[in-house]
């Protein structure tokens, strides 16, 4: 590690890898994992190893804007204090909401929650971890009396079998995808169950893959835990002394899936693969069980994660190495979040509303002068209440609702009826539009605080970037809030100040009887908070950082047995039918985040999906006239949207698939979120992003185009368009819905000026009419580029990509241009498979069938691809199987 490099954490998904920063000459910087952080051990994957791209300026909120006026902070923090104070006068603390974010570090959360339930007065705080794992929470409460995970990485190793369900990992979570990868090649005889009604990057791998009927994991878990009772894989000594309740869940599961035949049928798959599974898991007594949204987002959510921990609990394979059930969070702090207490159903340090001595104790350590006794509204409930006008002041930190929200129309509508809202985030984002007052903040490279991965290990984020102008962090923003309202008790200096706070609650009054407990830290001196490595909780006082629980019990419930929950099976909120005879899935793809406010920065990112797509099965798609590539249009409900179609067998028939990224700064109408079921978990407020019916029809544009073009375009037409940036270029695709008379005039007024001088011009018609090229030349360079069609048979893209980055096209070269071919030995490389050596999948294809490439590593020797993060050494292997 050079000297001046920084050692911090990645603010992308749950694995939390560490990374090193470095300065390079040119003033940018490089990013590779820290090989002395426990989570990753050097490993990084695509989007971590693009971060560099990342951190410009583009899009940065730089001073606090009032009603879109540029003011100081003392006013700015005024007009908020103000408003808020105003609405509380009127109509109560009930009446404001902070509406937060696992983006923000533990200490800004600390005080967003602190502020909200202690000192205002009420529990509507809420954050975007709500979309992601509340479920989990509720498993894990009803479960261990805790919100615990109770295992940690290496488990995932030390296993024999791994079960992945409602995980696509290889994606969401690639490095821990990697190491246990990593693991079955040290170790052949490991298995991998993938879960997963749909075929993934992750299912590809696997040694049995159970594409179950969406909806139905609940079933298949009561079907092993029927199954391990029946076949004598029950830890007696772990269930007697360690638990209750399990007789009740045994034969309520027992009744409900009495064979691998019932449960098969009921799932939608082949007995033999049930029974497979069964008897692997019954075999195998270092068995992990790792799942995540596919799980989680659900109306019975909370019932999965407990059908999953019971079994767990049944075979006492829990807390020992390389066994237990393990939830794996989406964001880089949300159990931080949990930590704090940023659901609006909980209390900080892990303590909760249902505890008169949690609510007194809280109240005493804060000497808050209000603390809330209920929980408040959660995320769903929040954006209805706003549009009913029952909350007048709300405050959004480092989140985007307006796209990511179920039914989002419904979010916007309630945006716009509130009195005051105010927005902090970092960049400009679909939701800081409906801001009243918008407040700048810091950025990933900027912060300094902790976060907490999905093993319980908490990391430093440690800046080495300057904020720009105005910019400042959250917790220091809140404090003055706080301050502004008359509050004591927030008057921290920095980040080290919070953070002693939070771990000196965190050991208050606790003697082992909360699961959360980090009082080892409490007293942190400043060097010492600046130099903290990597540390799992609990660890308390006196005590030793703890890697896993409850081997031998010691559970957080009141008799301290953990207590098997029987779960009945329910089927989705709302199913498939008339109208709406699909089921929509939504989630992520491998190299983007969220709603792309930070990935749809990187050049090398956004080549690898450039565009929204709807996964449907081929056989669907024949029968509705869709052919791959076509645009469809998916409708529910709540909102539609229009997408780019790819049709194959990964979706089963009747299934779709839509990425959850994409919004109105990227596309014309992509944000799923508008489509997507608001029904949630009646536990856990989750929703049901995983099974909303829907249709899809084919959509017929009167012509297709794509645009390339130096600068950004404004003036985008009526009709389908989507965006990406490329390496020098912006690129966008184009479908217009009313026929064009005259392309060449509307192709310079898309353009402008720019098109204005003709010696730098150059188009063609063909005589048909049906196809229009032009390109525009800028000192010699390309500067632009458009091509429109009648058909949907439009030229590959990337090789004209390419030819932005020369200095200067060639006669020949520009000549290929307009007859829209790549001359010979400018191959079109096509889709981007490698996004860190930019290798496209026909570069990879036609590598694999004439050098009889059969292996990833082959591939690495021959072009590079797959040998720096990794990320897409799946798909290597899914195109070499293609071309065998
Ligand atoms: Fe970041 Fe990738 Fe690690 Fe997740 S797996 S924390 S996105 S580097």
Redesign the pocket.
């Known amino acids: 590690m050079r000297a001046g490099a920084t050692r911090t954490?990645?603010?992308?998904?749950?694995?939390?890898?560490g990374?090193i920063i470095e300065r390079e000459a040119g003033g940018g910087i490089s990013v590779r994992?820290d090989p002395a952080h426990p989570?990753?051990l050097g490993?990084?994957?695509?989007?971590?190893?693009a971060?560099a791209e990342t951190i410009g300026s583009e899009g940065r909120l730089t001073r606090p804007l009032v009603d879109g006026r540029a003011v100081s902070w003392d006013e700015a923090l005024d007009r908020v204090a103000e408003g808020f104070r105003r609405v509380i006068d009127r109509r109560g603390p009930g009446a404001v909401a902070f509406y937060v974010s696992g983006q923000l570090l533990t200490e800004d959360y600390y005080v967003a929650n602190k502020l909200m339930k202690g000192f205002i007065g009420s529990a509507n705080i809420d954050t975007n971890s709500r979309l992601c794992m509340s479920s989990s929470v509720v498993g894990h409460k009803r479960a261990f009396g805790s919100d615990t995970v109770p295992g940690c990485y290496q488990d995932l190793e030390q296993a024999d079998l791994v079960v992945l369900t409602g995980s696509n990992t290889a994606w969401c979570?690639?490095?821990?995808f990697?190491r246990i990868q990593a693991a079955r090649k040290a170790r052949p005889q490991m298995r991998l169950v993938v879960i997963d009604p749909r075929a993934t990057a992750t299912s590809d791998g696997a040694d049995l893959h159970l594409p179950l009927r969406s909806g139905s994991d609940s079933l298949l878990f009561n079907g092993l835990l029927s199954w391990l009772a029946r076949h004598g894989h029950v830890d007696r000594r772990f269930v007697e002394r360690h638990t209750t309740g399990h007789a009740e869940a045994v034969r309520l599961a027992q009744w409900q899936a009495p064979s691998a035949a019932v449960v098969a049928d009921q799932c939608g798959l082949q007995t033999e693969q049930v029974e497979q599974f069964f008897r692997w898991f019954g075999a195998c007594e270092k068995t992990v069980t790792v799942y995540s949204q596919g799980i989680n987002q659900s109306t019975s959510g909370s019932d999965k994660v407990n059908a999953i921990v019971n079994c767990h609990l049944l075979s006492g394979r829990i807390g020992r190495a390389g066994m237990g059930p393990f939830s794996v969070t989406g964001q880089?702090n949300a159990m931080g979040g949990r930590e704090v207490g940023a659901l609006a159903n909980q209390l900080a340090a892990h303590m909760g509303f249902d505890s008169d001595e949690d609510i007194d104790r809280v109240r005493r350590f804060w000497q808050a002068p209000a603390l809330a006794r209920k929980p408040g509204l959660n995320a769903v409930e929040l954006f209805r209440a706003v549009e009913r006008g029952e909350i007048g002041a709300l405050w959004i930190m480092a989140t985007n609702p307006a796209v990511s929200l179920p039914d989002n129309s419904q979010v916007r509508r309630a945006l716009e009826r509130c009195e005051l809202v105010v927005v902090s985030d970092c960049v400009e984002t679909d939701t800081t539009r409906f801001a009243d007052i918008l407040l700048p903040v810091k950025a990933w490279g900027e912060k300094d605080g902790t976060v907490t991965?999905s093993e319980r290990r908490i990391s430093r984020q440690r800046p080495f970037l300057p904020p720009p102008a105005e910019a400042r962090a959250d917790w220091w923003i809140l404090s003055r809030f706080a301050q502004r309202l008359g509050f004591s008790g927030f008057d921290y200096r920095s980040p080290r100040e919070i953070f002693d706070e939070h771990a000196a609650l965190s050991g208050f009054e606790n003697g082992g009887t909360r699961d959360f407990d980090i009082g080892a830290l409490q007293g942190i001196g400043e060097d010492e908070y600046d130099a903290l490595q990597p540390f799992q909780w609990p660890f308390a006082a006196g005590g030793v950082s703890c890697q896993r629980l409850f081997a031998e019990g010691g559970f957080f419930t009141a008799d301290r047995r953990a207590q098997f929950v029987a779960v009945t099976p329910r089927p989705p909120a709302t199913a498939p039918e008339g109208d709406y005879p699909f089921t929509l899935n939504t989630g992520r793809v491998r190299d983007h985040?969220h709603t792309m406010t930070r990935t749809g920065l990187s050049p090398k990112l956004t080549a690898h999906t450039a565009e929204p797509y709807a996964e449907l099965h081929v056989l669907d798609a024949q029968r509705l006239g869709i052919a791959d590539a076509d645009l469809v249009r998916i409708e529910s409900r709540w909102g539609g949207v229009v997408v780019r179609a790819r049709c194959g067998t990964r979706q089963q028939p009747g299934a779709l698939f839509v990425p959850m990224h994409w919004n109105d700064r990227f596309a014309s109408n992509a944000c799923i979120g508008s489509v997507v079921n608001p029904c949630v978990d009646p536990f856990s407020g989750q929703p049901e992003f995983k099974h909303t019916p829907v249709r899809v029809s084919r959509v017929e544009p009167a012509w297709y185009g794509f645009l390339l073009s130096r600068d950004p375009i404004d003036n985008l037409p009526q009709g389908y368009w989507c965006r990406s940036w490329r390496k020098d270029v912006w690129y966008y695709e184009l479908a217009g819905d009313a026929p064009l008379q005259d392309p060449s005039a509307y192709a310079r007024a898309l353009l402008g000026a720019r098109a204005a001088n003709p010696a730098a011009w150059c188009e063609f018609l063909d005589s048909s009419g049906a196809h229009y090229r032009a390109a525009r030349f800028d000192d010699g360079r390309l500067g632009a580029s458009l091509f429109i069609s009648s058909t949907n048979d439009l030229p590959g893209r990337d090789w004209l990509v390419r030819l932005f980055a020369q200095s200067e096209l060639l006669p020949e070269q520009r000549l290929r241009v307009l007859a829209g071919a790549p001359g010979k030995g400018a191959e079109d490389v096509g889709r981007v498979i490698c996004s860190c050596f930019s290798v496209g999948v026909n570069t990879l294809m036609a590598a694999i069938r004439s050098r009889k490439l059969s292996t990833p590593e082959q591939i690495g020797e021959a072009l590079q691809a797959g040998t720096n993060?990794g990320?897409c050494i799946p798909e290597l292997r899914a195109l070499i199987a293609e071309a065998s």
Request: aromatic fraction near 6%.
């Open positions: 954490t990645c603010p992308y998904c749950g694995v939390g890898c990374l994992g989570a990753n490993r990084i994957c695509s989007k971590g190893a971060l979570h690639p490095v821990l990697q880089p991965n985040w993060c990320s």
